[in-house]
C-alpha cells in the first residue's frame, strides 16, 4: 500500500500564486508516474501535470505556462508550482502515483481562486 499526504492549498486572488506538496509513504515502487489532478464542483475529474520516476513532464494545455510539477530529491515527493492563479483553477486538487501494477490516490487538497 502507498499513502499520500497533501498540503498547500488554500483561497488566493486571481494572478496569485500556490505551491501544493504531495508525499508518498509505504512501499513505492522505483518506476512510477506521479502527477496531479483536479476536480471542480459538477465537472468531472481532469489531470493537471504528471511527472515520471525519471523527471518526464506532461501538462493540461490549460495550465501550461502556468504550472510546473517537480518531484523532491527523495523521489517520493511531487510539487506542483501554480503561477498566475485563474478562478478557473478552482477545484479540489488531488495527487496520484501509478506504477504498473497499482494507483493510488490522496485524499485531495482545496484551491479556491477569487476574482
Known amino acids: 500500500q502507498v499513502q499520500l499526504v497533501e498540503s498547500g492549498g488554500g483561497l488566493v486572488q486571481a494572478g496569485g500564486s500556490l505551491r501544493l506538496s504531495c508525499t508518498a509513504s509505504?512501499?513505492?515502487?522505483?518506476?512510477?508516474?506521479m502527477g496531479w489532478y483536479r476536480q471542480a464542483p459538477g465537472k468531472q475529474r481532469e489531470l493537471v501535470a504528471t511527472i515520471t520516476s525519471a523527471g518526464v513532464t506532461n501538462y493540461a494545455d490549460s495550465v501550461k505556462g502556468r504550472f510546473t510539477i517537480s518531484r523532491g530529491n527523495a523521489k517520493n515527493t511531487v510539487y506542483l508550482q501554480m503561477n498566475s492563479l485563474k478562478p478557473a483553477d478552482t477545484a479540489v486538487y488531488c495527487c496520484n502515483i501509478a506504477d504498473l501494477l497499482r494507483n493510488f490516490w490522496g485524499q485531495g487538497t482545496q484551491v479556491t481562486v477569487s476574482s
Open positions: 509505504g512501499t513505492i515502487f522505483s518506476s512510477n508516474v
